[in-house]
């Protein structure tokens, strides 16, 4: 089997993203790689996203494109298992809805995949408008060590086999954040082979920033994270 006959499933939950979705969307379309299918979910969004992605259904693709609703908003890491389920392909890789894939992005994670047997890589990116890199990985501190204190990977440039996310059984559910730092720690501590791509492929939209209760609510999934615990929501909203 060739490097572009493998089919990429790509996963992308949206919620009132009506002013950036479609060029992220756009981004996915765009691919160099071709072998690719889409899964996006709207997660009962309050303003267009939904119509706007109805539109796409209704379009001529290139690429398969395929569209949910949840009936009721469950957040990103239920939506993103849910849609890794219904997905079909052999690498599974990621997409925020704010965020865009740069041309090349799935193409040169694929090779590297393959080429390397690797179970999942991610890579640098870049802030929407400003011109500094976002470093991902640090190429001094081993990544394990790192890991105990912060999430060092950029989960909307993770692309991974679909073998290894069922081995350590999708997204934790119980981390309705910190979503992505759960499932690094998971991966590698099962061992997992990986690669920090150095050149960016992804641009970050951090206009977008989050409200200072979701922080706090970021942080304590982080923290639970670090330490090994089951999340308690309430431990936090009603301190």
Same mark, same amino acid.
């Given at each position: 089997?060739? *490097?572009?006959?493998?089919?990429?499933?790509?996963?992308?939950?949206?919620?009132?993203?009506?002013?950036?979705?479609?060029?992220?969307?756009?981004?996915?379309?765009? #691919?160099?790689?071709? /072998? %690719?299918?889409? @899964?996006?979910?709207?997660?009962?969004?309050?303003?267009?996203?939904?119509?706007?992605?109805?539109?796409?259904?209704?379009?001529?693709?290139?690429?398969?494109?395929?569209?949910?609703? /949840?009936?009721?908003?469950?957040?990103?890491?239920?939506?993103?298992?849910?849609?890794?389920? #219904?997905? $079909?392909?052999?690498? *599974?890789?990621?997409?925020?809805?704010? !965020?865009?894939? @740069?041309?090349?992005?799935?193409?040169?994670?694929?090779?590297?995949?393959?080429?390397?047997?690797? !179970?999942?890589?991610?890579? +640098?990116?870049?802030?929407?408008?400003?011109? =500094?890199? %976002?470093?991902?990985?640090?190429?001094?501190?081993?990544?394990?060590?790192?890991?105990?204190?912060?999430?060092?990977? %950029?989960?909307? =440039? @993770?692309?991974?086999?679909?073998?290894?996310? !069922?081995?350590?059984? @999708?997204?934790?559910? $119980?981390?309705?954040?910190?979503?992505?730092?759960?499932?690094?720690?998971?991966?590698? /501590?099962?061992?997992?082979?990986?690669?920090?791509?150095?050149?960016?492929?992804?641009?970050?939209?951090?206009?977008?920033? %989050?409200?200072?209760?979701?922080?706090?609510?970021? +942080?304590?999934?982080? !923290?639970?994270?670090?330490? /090994?615990?089951?999340?308690?929501?309430?431990?936090?909203?009603?301190?």
């Amino acid at each position: 089997m060739t *490097i572009n006959n493998q089919l990429v499933s790509v996963v992308m939950s949206a919620y009132n993203a009506e002013n950036s979705i479609r060029q992220s969307i756009n981004s996915i379309i765009d #691919q160099s790689y071709r /072998n %690719i299918e889409l @899964l996006v979910t709207d997660d009962c969004s309050t303003d267009s996203t939904f119509e706007i992605l109805k539109e796409y259904e209704k379009m001529d693709l290139d690429i398969n494109f395929r569209l949910y609703k /949840n009936k009721l908003n469950i957040g990103l890491t239920k939506s993103l298992n849910i849609l890794i389920k #219904q997905s $079909k392909g052999e690498f *599974i890789a990621r997409q925020d809805s704010d !965020d865009v894939s @740069l041309e090349k992005r799935i193409e040169i994670q694929v090779q590297k995949m393959v080429k390397k047997k690797l !179970d999942f890589c991610t890579s +640098r990116a870049l802030r929407k408008n400003v011109s =500094t890199k %976002i470093p991902g990985v640090s190429y001094w501190i081993p990544t394990r060590v790192l890991m105990r204190y912060k999430n060092p990977f %950029i989960h909307g =440039t @993770l692309l991974i086999k679909r073998t290894k996310l !069922d081995d350590i059984g @999708l997204y934790d559910e $119980k981390y309705r954040l910190a979503q992505d730092y759960k499932l690094f720690r998971d991966l590698l /501590n099962a061992q997992s082979k990986f690669e920090n791509i150095s050149t960016p492929l992804y641009i970050l939209n951090t206009e977008n920033n %989050i409200s200072t209760v979701e922080k706090v609510a970021q +942080r304590y999934f982080a !923290d639970c994270v670090k330490k /090994n615990k089951i999340p308690n929501e309430k431990e936090y909203f009603y301190k």
